[in-house]
Structures are given as structure tokens and as C-alpha cells.
């Protein structure tokens, strides 16, 4: 299998700290590319016609694309043991994501748009998003991101990786100890440790 990938974007790093956590990383050659939604990679593009990162070529099937769809491809894959806590972890991941995806957009803004086009109004709303998932993470969901493994705790750890790598003053820890405690504790993982966010 192939992956195609860049160090910095927090959901490829999520898939690779799948592989790492359910022992298949010597099954996929890791394909870095440099690609963005301005300049897309060619080689990204012909595995997933939105030419966004990750994207997984498989010798039995159509590439697979998207996060959540490689990583529960890879669980199965491997046993099927970080989805078995049921609809919970898919919450929790699809609420990383959103953290993810708001903290991603951001970093274009900032990145890619000229600064005298950047919206300040737009920036905030993404913020909001990005401290608004980690007041509910802390309220809610501490029971669960203390409790077995699964795909929810992996997604949130990266998620709060990322905002700590691109956003550091973003603030997210104000507020949700509990949240804070568990990351200092989750970010020690070997696999999290082998998959820190870096620029190519």
C-alpha cells in the first residue's frame, strides 16, 4: 500500500499513528508530497479526485480517501478493536475533526491568503469552532478519552497537536483542565511521539 502524506497535516498524522497503534507500518510506503488547495499534487489527485491528503492506494480495490474511511479501513484491517466502543467514538472523532477542520482553515487563511485579503472576522469564527470542541471534549467526554484506546482519543490528540503547532496562542487549554491533563499524558505515546507534526 501506498500513502500519500505531508508531516504537518493532522489528519494524515492521525492515520499514521493508526498504523503505528495497530502495528502495520511496515505494510504502506509513505508518499511525502507537497500539495494545497491553491497548487493540488498531481500524484494526490490521481488516488482522490479532490486532491486532498491523506490517500491510501490499496493492491485490492480503489484508493481510499478521507481520514475517518483509511482509518477504520486500516482497524478492520488489523483486527478491528480502536471502533468497538461504538457511535461515542465516532462522535468523539468526528468532533476532532471539526477541530481539525476549523484550525486547518485557519492555517490557509494565515498561510496562503494575502494579508491584506485576510479576514479577521473568518479567523475568529474558526477559533471559536476550534475552543468551542474543547469546552464540549472537557465537559463531556473526559470519561471517554480516559478510558481503552480507540480512534476517538488518536483523533483528539492530533487535533490538539495541531493547534498547539500551528496556533500556539490559540488558548485552548484556558479553561479545560481536565482536557490538558489528559494530553500532557496522551502526547508521551510512542506512536504520538513518532508522528509530531513538521513542516516537509
Excluded at 34 to 47: C, D, E, F, K
Excluded at 166 to 189: C, I, K, M, T, V
Aim: proline residues 6%.
Amino acid at each position: 500500500m501506498k500513502l500519500y502524506a505531508a508531516a504537518a497535516s493532522p489528519f494524515v498524522r492521525k492515520v499514521m499513528v493508526v498504523l503505528h497503534e495497530t502495528g502495520q507500518l511496515d505494510s504502506v510506503e509513505i508518499i511525502p508530497v507537497v500539495t494545497s488547495p491553491v497548487q493540488p499534487s498531481g500524484a494526490v489527485q490521481a488516488s482522490n479526485p479532490l486532491a486532498k491528503i491523506p490517500a491510501l492506494e490499496r493492491g485490492d480495490g480503489p484508493a481510499l480517501y478521507d481520514s475517518r474511511v483509511i482509518c477504520a479501513y486500516l482497524d478492520q484491517r488489523a483486527g478491528g478493536r480502536l471502533y468497538n466502543r461504538g457511535w461515542e467514538s465516532k462522535i468523539l472523532e468526528a468532533t476532532a475533526d471539526g477541530i481539525m477542520d476549523a484550525a486547518v482553515l485557519m492555517s490557509y487563511e494565515k498561510r496562503l491568503r494575502p494579508q491584506d485579503k485576510q479576514w479577521d472576522g473568518w479567523l475568529d469564527a474558526q477559533q471559536d469552532k476550534v475552543l468551542g470542541g474543547c469546552a464540549a471534549l472537557n465537559a463531556r467526554w473526559m470519561s471517554h478519552l480516559q478510558g481503552p484506546l480507540d480512534i476517538g482519543q488518536i483523533a483528539v490528540g492530533c487535533a490538539l497537536g495541531y493547534v498547539d503547532f500551528r496556533h500556539p496562542d490559540a488558548g485552548w487549554r484556558n479553561g479545560n483542565p481536565a482536557l490538558a491533563q489528559w494530553y500532557a499524558a496522551f502526547e508521551s505515546r510512542p506512536s504520538m511521539q513518532a508522528t509530531q507534526p513538521r513542516d516537509a
